[in-house]
C-alpha cells in the first residue's frame, strides 16, 4: 500500500529546528562558557539570593495552588451538581473571565489593590487607614489564584461530571453518610482531576514574571523575572539559561509526583 | 435546606471573586476623572483617546495579523503532520509525539527564551518574522492534539477502503480523511487562534522593536501605572469575548451534536 505518511515529513525537520534545537542551545548555554564546560553558572545561583528567590516563587505557587484548590473543589461541586440549563450557564460564566486577555485580568487587580484603588477608598470611608495592598506576597498570590483558579475548578469539574452516579447511590445504600460518600467515594474518583488541575496551576504559577510584576513591583523577584531579567536586562545568557534549567527541573519534578494520580484515567481531563 | 443555601451562597462568593475586578475596570472605564479612586462623572472620553493611540491599533492590527496567520499555517502544517505521523509506526509515532509536548509542556516563559536564543544566535533580527515563527512553533502541538485522536478512530481503514475502490492516496485523503476529521481540524485552528491572540510571554522575547501585540501594549502600559485607556480597552475586549462566547453556545445549541458546555470547557482549557 502506497503510504502518505511523507506528510510528516516538514514537521519533523521543524521540530528539529524550532523544538529541539533551541531547548538544547538553554542547555548548551547553563553548561558551557566561552567554549568549555564550566558550572558557574550554576554555582552563581547558589547565592543566598538567588536560592531565596527560588524557594519563594515554589512557597507561593504551592501556596496558590492550595487555595486553588480549597476553593475550586467545592465551586466545582457545584457547578457539576446543578441541572443541565444551569450547569452551562454557570460554566460559562466561570469561563468568560477567563478568556479575557491575562495582562487586563492582572491589570485590574492593580485598580483595586492600589492606594488609590477602590479597596483602601472604601477603607476611607469607613473611616480606617489606608493599607499597602499592593506590592506584597499577598497580592502577587491573590493574582495567582485570580488567574488560575479556573485551571482548577475545569479539570475538577470534568471529572465530577463524568463520574458515575450510581457510585454514589451504592455507597448511600451501603449506609455511608455524605461525610462518607465524600472521602470515600466522590474524593478518590476525583483524584485525576485534582492532579491535573494541581498540575495546571502550579506551572504557571512558579514560572510566571507577569503577576509579579505587575502585582509585586519592580523589585520584586520570582524565578521567572529572574530569567527575564538575565535575557533581556543583565544580558548574561549563560546564568539565564542555567536559572530556567533549574525551573525546568522543579516543572518535570512537581509533575513527576503528579502523574502518579493521574494514572488510570483514559485521557478524561486533557483538554482536547 | 440551609446545606443547600450555603452552597449557593459560596458559588456566588466565587463569581462575584472573579466578576469584581471586571466589573470595576468597566465602571472606571466611564470616570471622567483620570484617579482611579474618585468618580468624577460619566465619560467616554477614554474610548476616544484609546481609537486615536496609534501604537494600540497597530498592536492590534499585528495580533489579529499574526493570530489568523499563525492559525492557518500551523493548521496545514499541523494536519499534514498528523496524517503523516498516524501512518508511521507507532514507536516512531510515539517519539515524535513526546518531542511535540515539549511545547505544550514547557512553561511559556522557557519556550521563548529557547527561540529568542535560537533566533539570535543564527542572525536573524527579532520582529515581526520572528514572532509569528513562535506563535506556528507554540501553535502546531495543539492543532495535532487534536487531530490525531480523530484520525485514530477511522482513518486507516477507510483510507484502505477508497484506494481499494481505485482512489490515488492524495485522492483518499482529500475525499474521505479530511471531511472525517474536519471538526478536529476546526477545533485545532479555534485553539490555535485564542493562543496566539492571548498569548504575551513568548511574543515578549521573540519580538523586536516596533512589533507587538496587545498584550505587550498592556504590559508596558500597565507597568507605568494604571490608565483610563485600559479600562475602556478591556470593556471593548470583555464585551468582544461575551458576545463571542453567546454566539457559540447558541451556535452549538442549534448544531446540538456535542454538550455545548462540556465542549467549551475542554477548549476553554487551551487558553
Known amino acids: 500500500m502506497k503510504k502518505t505518511s511523507w506528510l510528516a515529513g516538514p514537521y519533523l525537520v521543524w521540530m528539529g529546528l524550532f523544538i529541539v534545537i533551541p531547548l538544547v542551545m538553554i542547555l548548551v548555554y547553563a553548561v558551557m562558557e566561552e567554549g568549555t564546560l564550566s558550572i558557574e553558572a550554576f554555582s552563581k545561583f547558589m547565592q543566598p539570593v538567588y536560592v531565596k528567590v527560588l524557594a519563594r516563587s515554589v512557597w507561593l505557587a504551592l501556596l496558590s495552588t492550595a487555595i486553588c484548590l480549597f476553593v475550586g473543589y467545592p465551586a466545582a461541586m457545584f457547578i457539576a451538581g446543578r441541572e443541565k440549563g444551569v450547569r452551562n450557564l454557570l460554566l460559562m460564566l466561570f469561563l468568560v473571565p477567563m478568556w479575557m486577555n491575562f495582562l487586563l485580568r492582572t491589570y485590574a487587580w492593580m485598580t483595586l489593590l492600589g492606594n488609590n484603588g477602590l479597596i483602601n477608598r472604601f477603607l476611607g470611608l469607613l473611616g480606617l487607614p489606608a493599607m499597602a495592598l499592593m506590592y506584597n506576597d499577598v497580592a502577587v498570590v491573590l493574582g495567582m489564584v485570580y488567574n488560575f483558579l479556573p485551571f482548577m475548578v475545569l479539570p475538577i469539574y470534568t471529572v465530577l461530571h463524568r463520574m458515575d452516579q450510581s457510585l454514589i447511590e451504592a455507597a448511600r445504600d451501603l449506609g455511608a453518610g455524605s461525610a462518607g460518600v465524600f472521602t470515600k467515594v466522590t474524593l478518590p474518583l476525583s483524584m485525576p482531576g485534582i492532579a491535573s488541575g494541581i498540575t495546571m496551576v502550579f506551572m504557571p504559577a512558579v514560572s510566571t514574571f507577569v503577576i509579579s510584576r505587575l502585582l509585586g513591583g519592580g523589585q520584586y523577584m520570582l524565578i521567572g523575572n529572574l530569567v527575564e531579567q538575565q535575557f533581556l536586562v543583565q544580558g548574561d545568557w549563560n546564568f539565564g539559561s542555567a536559572i530556567s534549567m533549574i525551573l525546568i527541573v522543579v516543572i518535570l519534578v512537581s509533575m513527576g509526583i503528579m502523574s502518579r494520580f493521574e494514572k488510570g484515567q483514559e485521557g478524561g481531563v486533557t483538554p482536547w | ?271
Open chain 2, 1 to 271: 435546606m440551609v446545606k443547600k443555601w450555603i452552597g449557593r451562597l459560596y458559588a456566588l462568593g466565587v463569581f462575584i471573586f472573579l466578576y469584581a475586578p471586571i466589573a470595576v475596570l468597566i465602571a472606571y472605564s466611564f470616570n471622567a476623572g483620570k484617579s482611579r479612586g474618585r468618580w468624577e462623572g460619566f465619560t467616554l472620553k477614554w474610548y476616544g483617546t484609546l481609537f486615536q493611540n496609534q501604537q494600540i491599533s497597530s498592536a492590534l492590527y499585528y495580533t489579529l495579523l499574526v493570530a489568523v496567520l499563525s492559525a492557518t499555517i500551523a493548521t496545514v502544517i499541523g494536519v499534514a503532520a498528523a496524517i503523516g505521523l498516524s501512518q508511521m509506526k507507532p514507536r516512531w509515532q510515539k517519539a515524535a509525539m513526546n518531542v511535540n509536548y515539549l511545547p505544550v509542556l514547557n512553561p511559556d516563559i522557557v519556550t521563548g527564551i529557547a527561540l529568542m536564543l535560537f533566533f539570535v544566535s543564527v542572525g536573524v533580527r527579532l520582529g515581526f518574522g520572528t514572532m509569528l515563527l513562535a506563535h506556528i512553533v507554540f501553535n502546531i502541538p495543539y492543532v495535532i492534539l487534536s487531530v490525531a485522536p480523530r484520525l485514530r478512530k477511522s482513518s486507516a481503514r477507510l483510507m484502505e477502503a477508497a484506494m481499494d475502490l481505485g482512489a490515488t492516496p492524495m485522492q483518499a485523503l482529500w475525499k474521505v480523511v479530511l471531511p472525517e476529521i474536519f471538526p478536529g481540524i476546526m477545533s485545532g485552528f479555534l485553539i490555535a487562534f485564542t493562543l496566539s491572540i492571548d498569548d504575551f510571554v513568548i511574543s515578549f522575547f521573540t519580538t523586536g522593536s516596533g512589533v507587538s501585540n496587545l498584550s505587550i501594549e498592556i504590559y508596558s502600559m500597565a507597568r507605568r501605572g494604571v490608565k483610563p485607556e485600559i479600562n475602556a480597552l478591556s470593556t471593548l475586549l470583555f464585551l468582544t469575548v461575551l458576545l463571542l462566547l453567546i454566539g457559540i453556545n447558541l451556535l452549538s445549541k442549534r448544531g446540538g451534536k456535542k454538550k455545548n458546555g462540556e465542549g467549551l470547557a475542554e477548549q476553554s482549557l487551551m487558553v
